[in-house]
């Protein structure tokens, strides 16, 4: 079982109730039901009925029908009911919340609706780093290939220095990329790091000798080394607010591109130690362009404007990554994050 498919199923077992009846704002335009279809997301369906979609485990949990989220299933036929407690949606076919019997679903649960597009984040699950220098020589790094090659694909062979990896062990290749800098401050951040291949150590001492397992692009001298992470991913994710005032910027895009879409991967200027947390939900704001004032003869910023709403998927010290749930309209490079 992969580490990605390890923690997708894990996680889903973790619906603590964070949010407050208050939260469950109807949409006006809501359905009473709604049967699912596959490619839904716990998200998306929430996000039919509630202004708020990341709310949604206050929306389920309580309910002994839909005890957890991950047995909603395409074909399942959800109904919106109101309780004491405010919204709830329950589904067709149980007998009622105090009329339940045994049932064995045979269902695969990959067939399960999932709470976010795993697909689109897939790849940063398991290989997305942010190193803490841009200097080879801080890390243990590939000196050169063996046998007389320039550059190293899968099947190769390099030689590594720096590093304590015993015969057998497994390492991640990366290379450096391009810095993170705050905006605000000019702080470095971080490196962004470029997933090359994996490679098993054949014998261990300074030089190593490492097998070239795995490899997406040409390993060259001064990539660098880290112990692969077999570990399950953290499985506590769970989509909610921050309870402090997280402000930051978009300080990056996946591949490039100026503007931002629904489920573009960006990065943000804010990690661990500013207290952002896996499932992390936070607004977009889109910075306006300074208009000039004639009557005043000023220069004035206007304020932003809400563009849309992403969720922290990965998480580093300094810089997390987060994948764009909702675009109201385009989102760009140093837009703000705050609390939604």
């Avoid at 894990?10 to 208050?22: N, V």
């Avoid at 105090?98 to 697909?119: E, G, N």
């Avoid at 947390?277 to 306006?288: D, T």
Wanted: hydrophobic fraction near 40%; charged fraction near 20%.
């Amino acid at each position: 079982m992969t580490r990605t498919r390890y923690w997708l199923l894990s996680l889903f077992f973790l619906w603590p109730l964070l949010a407050g009846a208050d939260d469950l704002a109807l949409r006006p335009d809501h359905p009473d039901e709604y049967v699912v279809v596959r490619g839904d997301t716990l998200w998306d369906i929430s996000g039919r009925f509630l202004e708020k979609p990341w709310y949604w485990p206050k929306l389920w949990g309580v309910n002994p029908q839909i005890s957890n989220p991950h047995l909603i299933y395409p074909g399942d036929r959800l109904r919106l009911v109101m309780t004491a407690d405010g919204p709830r949606l329950i589904r067709d076919g149980g007998g009622g919340p105090d009329r339940l019997s045994p049932q064995v679903r045979s269902s695969a649960i990959d067939t399960a609706i999932p709470p976010i597009p795993f697909k689109h984040v897939q790849a940063f699950l398991e290989e997305a780093v942010v190193l803490r220098s841009n200097q080879p020589s801080d890390f243990a790094y590939v000196a050169a290939a063996a046998d007389e090659h320039l550059t190293v694909g899968a099947g190769g062979r390099v030689y590594a220095r720096q590093t304590s990896a015993e015969t057998g062990q497994m390492l991640d290749i990366y290379r450096i990329g391009d810095p993170y800098f705050d905006p605000e401050t000019g702080e470095a951040l971080g490196y962004a790091a470029l997933f090359i291949g994996q490679g098993k150590v054949q014998r261990s001492g300074d030089p190593a000798t490492l097998a070239v397992i795995k490899a997406r692009r040409e390993v060259l001298a001064g990539d660098v080394l880290i112990p692969t992470d077999d570990r399950p991913m953290q499985a506590s994710y769970l989509p909610h607010a921050p309870s402090s005032e997280v402000r930051g910027h978009i300080i990056s895009v996946v591949d490039g591109v100026s503007q931002i879409g629904q489920y573009s991967v960006v990065a943000l200027s804010r990690g661990r130690r500013d207290g952002l947390e896996l499932g992390h939900v936070l607004q977009v704001r889109q910075i306006q362009q300074p208009i000039d004032d004639p009557v005043a003869r000023q220069r004035v910023q206007p304020p932003s404007e809400p563009a849309g709403a992403v969720i922290v998927f990965r998480l580093f010290e300094r810089v997390s990554y987060a994948l764009v749930m909702r675009a109201s309209r385009p989102m760009h490079v140093l837009d703000e994050v705050t609390p939604p």
